[in-house]
Antibody, heavy 117, light 111 residues
Framework: DVQLLESGGGLVQPGGSLRLSCAAS????????MTWVRQAPGKGLEWVST????????HYADSVKGRFTISRDNSLDTMSLQMNSLRPEDTAVYFC??????????WGQGTLVTVSS | QSALTQPPSASGSPGQSVTISCTGT?????????VSWYQQHPGKVPKVMIY???RRPSGVPDRFSGSKSGNTASLTVSGLQAEDEADYYC???????????FGTGTKVTVL
């Protein structure tokens, strides 16, 4: 079975940094793109960033471009999101999702990031 | 990267049909056949119901169907059941410059 497990969320002050991780199992990790999607409390889904299977191609939403960096380690079947210069509006549950031809067919349970002083 | 436009709410009685629209632009919905739909129950993880405009993943009931015309995609749920009450989000690929965008979300209520 496909499993995705996020970690690394927590409370951080505005301007601070946080690194999220997503551990994958149950599929050939390197064959699929991976994506971060976030959901602010009581709000809708927002696509954040996608990394290709080999890790050389990345895409970012304008709202995080220049502040967040997505990466992956295919030897460890993990994906990461380095978040810098965090803002209160980055507060959300962050989901990692397996990406198959521009659809997200498996999702993790999410990790909560709270940006507040 | 503006969110795709969906109606905030839709409703129907059990057994009836409900259709949710998702309006974008020629740069996303209208430009690619990579529209997908996600169902999210409160406190739960989103689940893909339709991909590539009108394809259904295995295990999704055939009561769920998708279509697209121009810059607007649609999700139809036929034969509404109580368990269909949830939030629904569309998503479209937007090309290499605006990779992906979700819709604003629609809350479906089964009366």
């Amino acid at each position: 079975d496909v499993q995705l497990l996020e970690s690394g969320g927590g409370l951080v002050q505005p301007g601070g940094s946080l690194r999220l991780s997503c551990a994958a199992s149950g599929f050939t990790f390197r064959d699929y793109g991976m994506t971060w999607v976030r959901q602010a409390p009581g709000k809708g889904l927002e696509w954040v960033s996608t990394v290709s299977g080999h890790g050389s191609t990345t895409h970012y939403a304008d709202s995080v471009k220049g502040r967040f960096t997505i990466s992956r380690d295919n030897s460890l079947d993990t994906m990461s999101l380095q978040m810098n210069s965090l803002r209160p509006e980055d507060t959300a549950v962050y989901f990692c999702a397996k990406t198959s031809y521009f659809r997200y067919d498996y999702w993790g349970q999410g990790t909560l990031v709270t940006v507040s002083s | 990267q503006s969110a795709l436009t969906q109606p905030p709410s839709a409703s129907g009685s059990p057994g009836q049909s409900v259709t949710i629209s998702c309006t974008g632009t020629s740069s996303d919905v209208g430009g690619y056949d990579y529209v997908s739909w996600y169902q999210q129950h409160p406190g739960k993880v989103p689940k893909v119901m339709i991909y590539e405009v009108n394809r259904r993943p295995s295990g999704v009931p055939d009561r769920f169907s998708g279509s697209k015309s121009g810059n607007t995609a649609s999700l139809t749920v036929s034969g509404l059941q109580a368990e269909d009450e949830a939030d629904y989000y569309c998503y479209s690929y937007g090309g290499s410059n605006n990779f992906g965008v979700f819709g604003t979300g629609t809350k479906v209520t089964v009366l």
